[in-house]
């Protein structure tokens, strides 16, 4: 009788096992079924977005699945580019794009932002032996920017809009290969990106240098078509994040230090 029990007992609880691996793949929370999410971005901004042996990779990949997961999602993010990520969100193909997306007026209009998750300012990338030592002094130079970011927009408003000293770019790479091969004597991009970049790239002689009166504190958001559901479900996953040591975890992963919290949740 009593051997009996014990067989039922593991029958029964084997049973459950496997019913509940099944469930776990298709459904999660209430139990509704939770579609794949696609998601888009720029890989060619690194350390944010990148593509190593063509797999999409950067803080942005880490901290995004992070946060489906404790959403309950699964994901599949995909390199489309910069203008073609916007072209996407507004149109409904992708669910949601990161891709160091800063947070402003002008694209609240056409999509929602999650809460920020990232703090970050436009700085100059300029040759070690430039005479560039602030905003100010980039007036009369080539400055070479990604088309359509916030630092293209910065640099227009110190040199004027349709100033053709200001060389424009489909993606980040491009416009600091225009500087490496002496086509622009500057390039504005946010912080740290370039500063990223000269850290792993010291034998091209490069600095960064910072100008607080001339280039706002900015902040990342995901990015959402508008009205989209998932904004409510992802902010609460990201505020989860930053209080359980989650998103410490994956921030001292790729940049050796922990973050400073205490602006982004003001923000919130
Ligand atoms: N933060 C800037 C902006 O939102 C630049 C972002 C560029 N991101 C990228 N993956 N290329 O305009």
Not at 115 to 120: I, N, Q, T
Not at 146 to 173: H, R, S, Y
Not at 233 to 261: Q, R, S, T
Request: with cysteine; hydrophobic share 40%; net charge negative.
């Amino acid at each position: 009788m009593k051997k009996f029990k014990w067989w039922a007992t593991l029958i029964v609880s084997a049973f459950l096992l496997v019913l509940s691996a099944c469930g776990a793949s298709e459904t999660s929370g209430g139990g509704e079924k939770k579609k794949k999410l696609r998601v888009v971005t720029d890989a060619a901004y690194a350390p944010f977005e990148y593509q190593d042996k063509g797999e999409v990779v950067g803080f942005d990949v880490d901290f995004i699945k992070a946060v489906a997961k404790q959403a309950g999602y699964e994901l599949k993010v995909e390199h489309v580019g910069w203008d073609p990520l916007f072209v996407e969100i507004k149109g409904k193909t992708a669910d949601l794009a990161v891709s160091a997306i800063t947070i402003n007026d002008d694209r609240k209009q056409t999509y929602d932002f999650s809460v920020p998750y990232f703090l970050s300012t436009n700085k100059i990338l300029i040759p070690k032996d430039s005479d560039i030592k602030s905003a100010a002094d980039l007036k009369d130079k080539v400055v070479a920017v990604q088309n359509g970011t916030t630092g293209q927009e910065a640099v227009e408003t110190l040199l004027g809009k349709e100033n053709k000293n200001v060389k424009k770019f489909k993606d980040n790479n491009l416009a600091i290969m225009e500087l490496k091969n002496g086509g622009a004597d500057a390039v504005v991009a946010d912080n740290t990106v370039i500063e990223e970049y000269v850290k792993n790239n010291p034998n091209e002689n490069f600095i960064v240098i910072e100008d607080d009166g001339a280039f706002e504190k900015e902040f990342y958001g995901v990015l959402f078509p508008k009205e989209s559901k998932l904004k409510v479900e992802f902010d609460k996953a990201i505020k989860e994040m930053m209080e359980n040591g989650e998103y410490a975890k994956i921030y001292k992963k790729w940049f050796k230090v922990d973050p400073d919290l205490t602006e982004l949740k003001t923000q919130q």
